[in-house]
């Protein structure tokens, strides 16, 4: 029983009774604590270059181009739009309960989905189920994906909700989970496969990642000029919100090749997975409208006619004079519905396949608990009490 004017929760048992004196005085200390430190906090927004910033300040200035000025005049193509979602619960006997589903929907009705469950024992390896939930979303996309490749007719568009190419250096067994390496060689097949298809009948796959916080575009922009080596280095994304003046507009793309591959990983993703004949991936950053974020755009090389493959290439700038853009910049743009739905497709597939959390609590669990006739319990840190 509850008295809301004193603050006092009885919770039954007498001596246990809470009592609240007042509410910490936690919102002046932020106040202080954000002006003290205003200088620092404020460093990643300023448009002005600071200490070490200005030769990167001018690279990017010197990368980023408007749009074309008929670019959002050509007509929305036939697409297909894929992504997925994942649950982790922890379960009160230290195991991981995971469930995912993927989606693909779109052009002339297409609807492929897919769902898969998997438990996990409470001594895994933190960075093997971080790795095993995401190969298994990937597993679901590609999956769906190919399964609907062919109803697409040539010249359409598939979507991708994420970057593509650093998924690909994923692609290698587990240390510690033997029994899922099906993962990472189905998932790669599976690209194969979209890659031909989209390749033999002139088809576009566009990845659309919403965050990225790498730096490799500013390197090889350097690196191509010849320039002396940066003496700051800065997430790509923060560079071109800070330097580009919020204009719409598109970063010079990068060749993504072997780069991305290690020591072992390198020699199992060409051995074992076959990615070196894989087409090489073209990346870029774009904003459609001034002032809107710039996102990711990740494509295969074959989509703008660049013909070497990740094991013929390490990393480069694309040559704009020799490879056409301007498809992949329309139909990225007709597909456009402002701040709030960067890709109107990607959009209504999210709104599909995201699996929430009461969906997850109420109905899925229960239903996973009356099938195995085991009471899933959820961890007691995962529960509110």
Same mark, same amino acid.
């Given at each position: 029983?509850?008295?809301d004017?004193?603050g006092?929760?009885d919770? *039954?048992?007498?001596i246990?009774d809470?009592?609240? =004196?007042?509410?910490?005085?936690?919102?002046?200390?932020?106040?202080?604590?954000v002006?003290?430190?205003?200088?620092?906090?404020s460093?990643?927004?300023?448009?002005?270059?600071?200490?070490?910033?200005?030769?990167?300040? =001018?690279?990017?200035?010197?990368?980023?181009?408007?749009? &074309?000025?008929?670019?959002?005049?050509?007509?929305?193509?036939?697409?297909?739009?894929?992504?997925?979602?994942?649950?982790r619960?922890?379960?009160?006997? *230290?195991?991981?309960?995971?469930?995912?589903?993927?989606l693909?929907?779109?052009y002339?009705?297409?609807?492929?989905?897919?769902?898969?469950?998997?438990?996990?024992?409470g001594n895994?390896?933190?960075?093997?189920?971080?790795?095993?939930?995401?190969?298994?979303?990937?597993?679901?996309?590609?999956?769906?994906?190919?399964?609907s $490749?062919?109803?697409?007719?040539?010249?359409?568009?598939?979507?991708?909700?994420?970057?593509?190419?650093?998924?690909?250096?994923?692609?290698?067994?587990?240390?510690?989970?033997?029994?899922?390496? !099906?993962?990472?060689?189905?998932?790669?097949?599976?690209?194969?496969?979209?890659?031909?298809?989209?390749?033999?009948h002139?088809?576009?796959?566009?990845?659309?990642?919403?965050?990225?916080?790498?730096d490799?575009?500013?390197?090889?922009?350097?690196?191509?000029?010849?320039?002396?080596?940066?003496?700051?280095v800065?997430?790509?994304?923060?560079?071109?919100?800070?330097?580009?003046?919020?204009?719409?507009?598109?970063?010079?793309?990068?060749?993504?090749?072997?780069?991305?591959?290690?020591?072992?990983?390198?020699?199992?993703?060409?051995?074992?997975?076959?990615l070196?004949?894989a &087409?090489? =991936?073209?990346?870029?950053f774009?904003?459609?409208?001034?002032?809107?974020?710039?996102?990711? $755009?990740?494509?295969?090389?074959?989509?703008?006619?660049?013909t070497r493959?990740?094991?013929?290439?390490?990393?480069d700038?694309?040559?704009?004079?020799?490879?056409?853009?301007? &498809?992949?910049?329309?139909?990225?743009?007709?597909? !456009? *519905?402002?701040?709030?739905? !960067?890709?109107a497709l990607?959009?209504? =597939?999210?709104?599909?396949?995201?699996?929430?959390?009461?969906?997850?609590?109420?109905?899925?669990?229960?239903? $996973?608990?009356?099938?195995?006739? !085991?009471?899933?319990?959820?961890?007691?840190?995962?529960?509110?009490?």
């Open positions: 029983m509850a008295n004017r004193f006092i929760w919770l *039954g048992f007498g246990w809470l009592v609240i =004196v007042s509410m910490p005085d936690f919102i002046n200390k932020l106040t202080q604590q002006q003290t430190k205003l200088d620092h906090l460093s990643t927004f300023r448009p002005e270059a600071g200490a070490g910033e200005e030769q990167l300040k =001018v690279l990017v200035e010197q990368h980023w181009h408007p749009l &074309p000025a008929d670019l959002f005049n050509a007509a929305r193509r036939p697409a297909l739009a894929v992504d997925s979602s994942i649950a619960v922890p379960l009160a006997n *230290g195991a991981f309960l995971f469930v995912a589903q993927g693909c929907i779109g002339n009705g297409v609807e492929e989905s897919q769902v898969e469950v998997e438990i996990l024992r895994t390896e933190r960075g093997d189920l971080k790795r095993f939930g995401d190969l298994l979303m990937q597993l679901l996309e590609v999956n769906v994906a190919s399964r $490749i062919d109803q697409l007719p040539p010249n359409g568009i598939l979507f991708f909700d994420g970057a593509l190419y650093s998924r690909l250096p994923q692609l290698y067994p587990f240390r510690g989970l033997k029994e899922f390496d !099906y993962l990472h060689r189905d998932i790669a097949t599976n690209y194969q496969h979209l890659f031909d298809r989209c390749d033999q002139g088809r576009h796959m566009l990845c659309v990642a919403k965050t990225s916080r790498g490799i575009h500013q390197k090889l922009w350097l690196k191509a000029t010849g320039g002396d080596p940066l003496t700051l800065i997430p790509d994304v923060e560079a071109i919100a800070r330097w580009t003046d919020r204009k719409a507009g598109y970063s010079t793309p990068i060749v993504l090749g072997r780069i991305g591959f290690s020591g072992g990983e390198e020699r199992l993703s060409r051995e074992e997975i076959g070196a004949d &087409p090489a =991936v073209i990346s870029f774009l904003r459609l409208a001034d002032h809107d974020d710039a996102l990711r $755009i990740e494509v295969p090389g074959t989509c703008v006619g660049y493959t990740i094991g013929q290439v390490d990393a700038v694309l040559d704009l004079g020799r490879h056409d853009l301007h &498809p992949i910049l329309a139909a990225l743009a007709a597909d !456009y *519905g402002g701040f709030e739905v !960067y890709n990607l959009y209504s =597939v999210d709104r599909e396949v995201r699996l929430r959390r009461e969906m997850m609590n109420e109905v899925y669990l229960r239903l $996973i608990e009356d099938i195995l006739g !085991y009471e899933l319990r959820r961890d007691r840190s995962d529960r509110r009490f």
